[in-house]
């Protein structure tokens, strides 16, 4: 069974830096695409970044030279570096694990597994 773990979440202020972990021992990270997505209450999860099996990097627009994605394959877990934090980073954040080995997209369908997210506050 595939599980996978967040940590790494907490309260920051404006302009904070935190580290988020999502740790899949179940899990080759090495074969697959690998995700985070943010949610806030009352919406719908947004894809932050994707990274692919061969170490591809993609970004949604508004985490672009803030954050950045990294994956330990010899530990089977992602990392999500989040810098400059904005209250509007606030919100869970979820990683997510795909079937294939390139990520196609941010799309919600196109994963698998999820985690049951860490959240992170930031306050202004």
């Known amino acids: 069974q595939v599980e996978l773990v967040e940590s790494g979440g907490g309260s920051v202020q404006t302009g904070g830096s935190l580290r988020l972990s999502c740790a899949a021992p179940?899990?080759?990270?090495?074969?697959?695409?690998m995700a985070w997505f943010h949610q806030t209450p009352g919406k719908s999860r947004e894809g932050v970044a994707s990274?692919?099996?061969?170490?591809?990097?993609r970004y949604g627009d508004s985490v672009k030279g803030r954050f950045t994605i990294s994956k330990d394959n010899a530990k089977n877990t992602l990392y999500l570096q989040m810098n400059s934090l904005r209250p509007e980073d606030t919100g869970m954040y979820h990683c997510?694990?795909?079937?294939?080995?390139?990520?196609?997209?941010?799309?919600?369908?196109?994963?698998?597994?999820w985690g049951q997210g860490t959240q992170v506050t930031v306050s202004s």
């Open positions: 179940g899990l080759n990270t090495s074969r697959r695409c």
């Open positions: 997510a694990a795909a079937s294939h080995a390139y990520c196609y997209g941010l799309a919600v369908a196109d994963f698998g597994y």
């Open positions: 990274v692919d099996s061969d170490g591809t990097t």
